[in-house]
């Protein structure tokens, strides 16, 4: 029995396995791409500390982040830059190599500062700025789970066409 038998029988059942990781050396390895066209993954969730772990190790992102400060962004502002650009890209790949799928598949979700868990009208700013920034259709945003994460936002995020997952 191979290794990924298992997760077949799970994906034939109707599960719909999401890879929760994202990183630039993923996507240009193409490890990302090969696991999407295998069906070993469905969707990709992403946090804050998921990028902060891809922008410490390695240099894939040492060529942005010089290009970004001689630009004079701000560490929030480059940090936003190139996570917006990350899931843009794989947002793409699952366009591309997995169209049309079923459920909640196919997606990129990217996530609302969590410092801002208790600010209603923040998250909704952040969630419509993360929207425009990344402007792909096949992406989440997710906003925390919290009373005023919960109590609008949905609503609002519906009236800006997006896709939220809380």
């Excluded at 490890?31 to 990709?44: H, P, T």
């Excluded at 010089?66 to 480059?78: M, N, P, R, S």
């Excluded at 997995?98 to 990217?110: A, F, M, N, Y």
Aim: aromatic share 4%; net charge neutral; with cysteine.
């Amino acid at each position: 029995m191979s290794a990924d038998q298992p997760l077949a029988r799970i994906v034939a059942s109707g599960v719909s396995p999401w890879l929760d990781d994202l990183s630039r050396a993923r996507l240009r390895s193409g490890n990302l791409a090969e696991l999407i066209q295998s069906g070993r993954v469905l969707g990709v969730t992403t946090n804050p500390t998921i990028f902060d772990k891809a922008l410490a190790e390695g240099d894939a992102y040492d060529e942005s982040v010089a290009a970004l400060a001689a630009e004079g962004a701000d560490v929030e502002q480059a940090v936003r830059t190139l996570t917006t650009d990350d899931v843009r890209e794989a947002a793409d790949l699952f366009a591309r190599l997995l169209p049309g799928p079923p459920h909640g598949d196919g997606r990129v979700s990217i996530e609302v500062d969590p410092r801002l868990a208790h600010d209603t009208d923040g998250t909704i700013a952040q969630a419509r700025e993360l929207w425009r920034l990344v402007g792909r259709p096949n992406v989440y945003i997710k906003i925390p789970a919290t009373p005023e994460g919960c109590s609008r936002s949905p609503r609002r995020s519906r009236r800006a066409s997006a896709s939220t997952r809380r």
